[in-house]
């Protein structure tokens, strides 16, 4: 049979996928003073030879008070490049193209981890003490949680600088793709949506100031970004929310991002109010599918789809129509690492052990010799 559209390379700039198939980023919250650890090290390591095209790393503190969390990786200090070296090492030991997702959480920072509780860190939290958080306007997520300080002139530049100097550390790294985090209620999102930015200067109020940090970021990191490397951004493409970001407003945010030097856009959806934006307070099969659509379309740049995308023939569908042009597992392939090989074996390609390391290769072949599927046990 032909190859299916999943399994076809996908060229951006000077990096070649060697399919669609691609690891969203994933919050861990396993390390300490945004140093990665050996848990870390394993949890890349068997997404680094599962066949996958690239694979991003999650997101990662450009500051201290940029993380969500005192257990998010970081990338603000020097101290952060030999363990993230280390990962990348391991990428590109077994042909997967590396990502990095840089990101700010705003008002969203300063929380304890989702099991324990996911709520604002207090100063009871004795091993976790709570830092100032920061953001467009003083508005508080909800009523349970602290006002975040609204930031001047001088806070905005200092976290440009912020993710100006990751991206330098990102390519001194060796990753081959970076992320920027524009979505799920973090700082990014919180200045394009009308909800949580109430600002009545350069940065606030209308389309164009609302979307002119984001903008000077991406002008800030391209300065110091090779050129022939690609840059993803992660939008919700809705805010779910009345008077909050609709669509269409993101389809216009795309136009610009792409502009301003995107390569692609990365389509999840909500945060600003509650995350993700749930299809009837359900979570459905490729419930996001047509945000990446429609941006694609109408924006007229890359798309990679993301959220509850299950299946091999699922995943080729959404390629094989134009919806997106990646698509980007998590959930799936934290069940599964093996996703890529299982989907290649779906489809009956005839390389599909090559998206395994040689040592799995071999034994799965030998497997299959003495294997008589149809014998009946003994």
């Known amino acids: 049979m032909n190859k299916p559209p999943l399994f076809s390379p996908f060229e951006i700039k000077s990096k070649t996928l060697r399919n669609r ?19 870390h090290f394993q949890h890349y390591s068997r997404f680094a030879f599962s066949g996958l095209g690239a694979a991003f790393i999650e997101a990662t503190g450009v500051s201290q008070d940029g993380r ?14 030999i363990g993230l070296s280390k990962i990348v ?14 990101a700010h959480a705003g008002r ?77 209620g973090y700082l990014l999102h919180s200045f394009f949506s009308p909800i ?56 216009q945010l795309a136009i610009a991002l ?19 934006v749930l299809v009837k307070s359900k979570i459905i099969p490729g419930f996001q599918v047509p945000y990446s659509e429609k941006i694609k379309n109408e924006a007229n740049i890359s798309s990679m789809a993301v959220g509850a995308i299950i299946s091999a023939d699922q995943a080729n569908d959404i390629i094989l129509n134009k919806r997106a042009d990646l698509v980007a597992l998590g959930r799936e392939l934290l069940a599964d690492p093996q996703w890529v090989y299982k989907a290649a074996t779906h489809f009956n390609l005839e390389n599909a052990k090559s998206f395994l390391p040689d040592s799995y290769s071999f034994y799965l072949s030998r497997r299959d010799e003495f294997l008589d599927r149809s014998a009946k046990p003994a």
């Open 89 to 102: 090492k391991t990428f590109k030991d077994y042909n997967c193209i590396s990502g990095i997702q840089l």
């Open 68 to 81: 969500i969390g005192h257990g998010c990786t970081g990338i603000w200090d020097d101290e952060h490049v």
């Open 196 to 251: 949580s930015n109430k600002r009545t200067d350069k940065y606030g109020g209308t389309f164009e100031n609302r979307i002119r940090f984001a903008l000077e970021i991406i002008a800030e990191i391209k300065s110091v970004w090779p050129e022939n490397k690609p840059i993803f951004y992660r939008l919700s493409s809705i805010d779910g929310a009345d008077y909050g970001a609709t669509l269409e407003d993101n389809v």
């Open 108 to 184: 969203k920072a300063s929380f304890l981890r989702p099991w324990d509780g996911a709520s604002p860190i207090t100063k009871d939290d004795n091993k976790e003490p709570p830092w100032q958080t920061i953001g467009p306007s003083a508005i508080p997520i909800n009523n349970h949680s602290p006002v975040p300080k609204e930031m001047t002139i001088e806070d905005i530049e200092r976290v440009k600088n912020d993710f100006k100097t990751a991206g330098q550390r990102a390519n001194l790294i060796g990753f081959d793709m970076i992320e920027i985090h524009g979505a799920h």
């Open 21 to 39: 198939v691609v690891l969203s980023p994933m919050c861990q919250y396993k390390a300490k003073n945004g140093i990665v650890s050996d848990w």
């Open 258 to 276: 792409k502009s301003a030097g995107v390569d692609v856009i990365d389509c999840s959806s909500g945060g600003i109010v509650s995350s993700p």
